[in-house]
């Protein structure tokens, strides 16, 4: 009964949370960064001005993200996160809310939302200690969520580094969902 329930809640919110991103227009301008929406260069030929507007295959607004949210942290694409599922050593981390992991995800990923992530370092191959964490034994980390625009994912690296997990065993899938799905990779639904 509480399993069947879990599971109504999620769709009822996972449904709700879909609704919500299909709210943004396609052609609706977006930020590129935290309160700009524009940038101007200069070109031999005069100045530009650089935008970003939501698009058919944009699935969140957000701002750019680094391509290296903490120092040390190895920024990867799909050929390395196809290697680490592969890898016994390796953890593919989903950071996304539940209700975007269940729409669809990385096979073989494992979810941890990024809210939950500091808190779970033991799943990580961390041990808690009186004085904190000691991940002296931690597995190297393939984090990804929903894309270059998605704060998820760094937000839990800087989180867990400021925590002790070493940077340098950290990959982030920059891309995330929006690049693996457009390269038209297998996804899984339903996953929690």
Not at 4 to 26: D, E, H
Not at 81 to 93: M, Q, R, T, W
Request: glycine share 10%; proline share 6%; with cysteine.
């Amino acid at each position: 009964m509480k399993k069947a329930l879990t599971l109504a809640l999620g769709l009822l919110l996972s449904s709700f949370a879909f609704g919500q991103a299909a709210t943004i227009a396609v052609g609706t301008p977006l930020s590129i960064f935290e309160n700009q929406k524009n940038v101007i260069i200069k070109t031999a030929k005069g100045t530009v001005e650089i935008k970003r507007t939501m698009t058919p295959c944009g699935k969140n607004g957000g701002t750019l993200q680094p391509l290296v949210p903490v120092p040390g942290v190895h920024p990867i694409g799909e050929i390395e996160i196809i290697a680490a599922l592969g890898d016994s050593n390796a953890l593919v981390v989903d950071m996304r809310d539940s209700n975007d992991r269940v729409k669809g995800t990385i096979p073989g990923s494992i979810g941890i939302p990024y809210t939950e992530v500091a808190a779970r370092m033991n799943e990580l191959g961390c041990s808690k200690t009186a004085s904190g964490w000691d991940c002296a034994g931690a597995k190297k980390l393939y984090a990804f969520c929903n894309g270059p625009t998605c704060p998820q994912s760094p937000m839990a690296i800087r989180a867990i580094t400021r925590d002790g997990f070493p940077a340098d065993k950290i990959y982030y899938y920059r891309g995330g969902m929006l690049d693996w799905d457009a390269l038209g990779l297998t996804s899984v639904k339903d996953e929690f």
